[in-house]
């Protein structure tokens, strides 16, 4: 980057940085905060980060990663200064959004240096600018938010002015494409589209642009030999982590998106259901999850109703019209070749944004799509440099002042932070989980956290909180896609009665003195509940007495019964004294599927003893036998389940479920067993 460059990059970045981080000083500095629900979820990757053991990006509520870490490692290295070193940030949540803060900032300033680097008008930065805080205040999120959907905008806007920059003919700003299209990759899987086929136009483009110029060398590589070594080892960095997970072979989080990819079976949308999603965000509509849903009829109201809005586009696309064919070259020199390139590159990018529509599940809410806030901001700077183009002669520097200025104002207004209330803070969360720990029978072990379903956003903030605490946290197989593989329980603490180990039950239905009070109406239990040798009986439908019972491997039930998630499914109770040998019967319906799944086999361990084993192809009985004396070995007895067979639907195509399946089962009994 030339000394003129890197003197607007800074001046653009550090200003952004700097205007944004005092209008939000209190949120960044001040107020103490702990994570809660994805962002809880994402500390603990970045905690993996801080080690140098991460090699995933968030997770996907379709059971995978999206492919990398790069934004993790950037949150690290900002909790490490900013919190640890300098003491700057009230507490790591607020170090990671000011890095935050400042990468968006940096990618900001990289998009606006570059496309100046092709307009000299002094004009063109403020009133650039000036449209970023407009449009970025309307599309709200961006810039501030590090939710994993919100932090693409930036990197997008910088890659695709970068391949535009490439594609024109500036094949040094080939490595500010790579360095931006790898953060893309690594936090999006679906931004392997966008990149893979813009870079791979940007690339050609710019080629043929050297061939046409007659210039020696004529090849890219030859004419930029330090750009594309910079490239190569820019890509070289971001590819590694993907290389690493890919030696994991099938286990691999890229042989779960294959096959998440192979096993999607959903219809997809229309292309005008699809291109209707695109011109929403033109609208600065933040509601698509209810104009586009999964079943029913589009809603296309905001066409009249945001009627404003589209005058104002229409009128920018006439003006930028007209000065493209009749003055493109009234800028500075060179400017009419970018400026000419960008439609292009605008056609492309809406063609893959309604591919990307029509690829999409389900409703088709804002975050889906919140990166086209990028493409659509880069549309706004195509008709601020064709507006700066075709004003006749330079105008006074002076003039650059009044839009700077209100670009100020708005910003500092528009991306402000709401303050946060003493619930969203997450301070109440963390302090009932210190408090829980402080009367936990085994406040040393590791915790393993066993939930329902809808209960996991509390739960991911208890588990950071643990950690920060130096208490290692455990979740059962079946959430180790959200969790992480360094929070997966070992199948050895499953199977030992002994393992030292303290089950957190987050239960609904608990008595008022009875367990720990947690938030939300849960309460934590300790000890499992109680089972009679005579009747006792686990349910497990939605009202069911499960959760009581709970270590790992069921998932919420959703009627009569509910679905084994993972091969190693255990429960804990308390068994009450028995004077005779007890039947144990687990009642299940297996997952079978014709030429795929024919049976489901199961191993019963109470007290790591194996007590019985069945073969189900329909709904059948599990049924053991178990000693007295085993009965009433243990306080708390430990009945482990082994299910070899368990099988993904979604492996064998049959539909879009990621889960383990093997059992669906309807309860546990306990019963006198005959003489």
């Known amino acids: ?23 939000n000083a209190r949120y960044y500095f001040a107020a103490p905060m702990h994570e809660l629900g994805d962002i809880a979820v994402n500390s603990l990757q970045i905690d993996q980060a801080r080690r140098f053991a991460e090699i995933h990006g968030n997770y996907s509520r379709f059971y995978f990663d999206h492919p990398g870490p790069a934004f993790f490692y950037v949150y690290a290295l900002g909790e490490y200064v900013l919190f640890d070193w300098l003491h700057l940030a009230a507490s790591p949540q607020g170090a990671h959004a000011l890095a935050g803060l400042a990468l968006q900032a940096a990618f900001l300033g990289l998009a606006l240096t570059l496309m100046a680097s092709w307009i000299r008008s002094p004009l063109f930065l403020p009133l650039a600018l000036l449209a970023g805080a407009v449009h970025f205040s309307l599309a709200t999120n961006a ?42 990759v690594h936090g999006h899987v ?3 589209l966008f990149v893979a086929v813009l870079a791979g136009c940007a690339y050609i483009a710019g080629w043929r642009r050297l061939r046409c110029a007659a210039v020696v060398p004529a090849r890219p590589w030859r ?4 750009a594309h070594a910079w490239a190569l080892g820019i890509l070289l960095v971001f590819l590694f982590p993907l290389a690493v997970d890919l030696t994991r072979g099938a286990a691999s989080n890229a042989g779960a998106v294959v096959q998440y990819l192979l096993a999607s079976n959903e219809p997809p949308k229309s292309v005008a259901r699809s291109f209707g999603y695109l011109l929403s965000f033109l609208s600065y509509r933040h509601d698509q999850d209810r104009l586009f849903p999964a079943a029913g009829a589009a809603d296309l109201s905001f066409v009249r109703s945001e009627f404003w809005v589209w005058l104002l586009w229409l009128a920018a696309l006439g003006g930028a019209g007209r000065v493209l064919v009749r003055r493109p070259d009234a800028a500075a020199p060179g400017a009419a070749a970018f400026l000419r390139t960008m439609p292009g590159f605008a056609a492309i990018t809406a063609a893959l944004c309604v591919i990307w529509g029509i690829r999409q599940e389900g409703p088709m809410w804002e975050f889906n799509g919140f990166f086209y806030y990028g493409f659509t901001y880069a549309l706004l700077l195509l008709f601020v440099g064709l507006a700066v183009a075709a004003i006749p002669r330079p105008p006074p520097r002076w003039l650059a002042l ?5 670009a100020a104002l708005i910003a500092a207004w528009g991306l402000r932070l709401p303050a946060l209330s003493g619930a969203e803070s997450g301070l109440p969360l963390r302090a009932a989980t210190l408090a829980a720990l402080a009367q936990d029978p085994r406040p040393a072990a590791p915790k393993l956290l066993a939930f329902p379903h809808d209960d996991w956003p509390p739960v991911a903030s208890a588990a950071l909180a643990l950690e920060r605490a130096g208490r290692h946290t455990f979740v059962g197989s079946g959430w180790t896609f959200m969790f992480q593989r360094a929070h997966e329980v070992p199948r050895r603490l499953l199977t030992d009665p002994d ?18 009070g947690f938030v939300g109406g849960l309460r934590i239990l300790f000890a499992p509940g109680a089972l009679s040798p005579v009747n006792g009986r686990i349910e497990f439908t939605p009202q069911g007495n499960w959760p009581r019972y709970l270590v790992c491997g069921i998932a919420t039930p959703g009627g009569a019964d509910a679905w084994t998630e993972s091969p190693d499914v255990a429960l804990q109770f308390r068994p009450e004294p028995a004077d005779h040998d007890v039947d144990l019967e687990i009642t299940a319906d297996p997952f079978v599927s014709r ?10 361990w109470f007290n790591g003893v194996l007590v019985g084993q069945a073969a189900l192809q329909a709904p059948g009985v599990l049924r053991a ?41 309807r309860s546990l009994t306990a019963t006198p067993a005959p003489p």
């Open 223 to 226: 004419a930029f030999p330090a």
């Open 595 to 604: 030429h795929r799944v024919e049976v489901q086999r199961g191993e019963l």
């Open 143 to 184: 810039l501030v938010s590090i939710w994993p959907p919100h932090v693409l905008v930036m990197p997008f806007l910088a890659f695709w002015i970068a391949c535009v920059s490439v594609a024109a003919g500036r094949g040094r700003h080939l490595p500010w494409a790579v360095l931006a299209g790898g953060f893309l």
């Open 402 to 406: 009044p839009p700077c200025g209100l």
């Open 190 to 192: 679906v931004q392997i």
């Open 625 to 665: 036998r178990i000693p007295r004396e085993l009965w009433n070995r243990k306080p708390v007895a430990l009945v482990y389940l082994h299910l070899p067979d368990a099988r993904s639907p979604a492996e064998f195509r049959l539909s879009g479920d990621p889960r383990i399946l093997a059992w669906s089962i």
């Open 499 to 516: 393992a030292d180990l303290s089950v957190w039950r987050f239960v609904r239905d608990a008595a008022p003195g009875e367990g720990v």
């Open 1 to 23: 980057m030339k000394a003129t460059s890197l003197r607007t990059f800074l001046l653009i970045a550090g200003g952004v940085l700097a205007l944004l981080a005092a209008a």
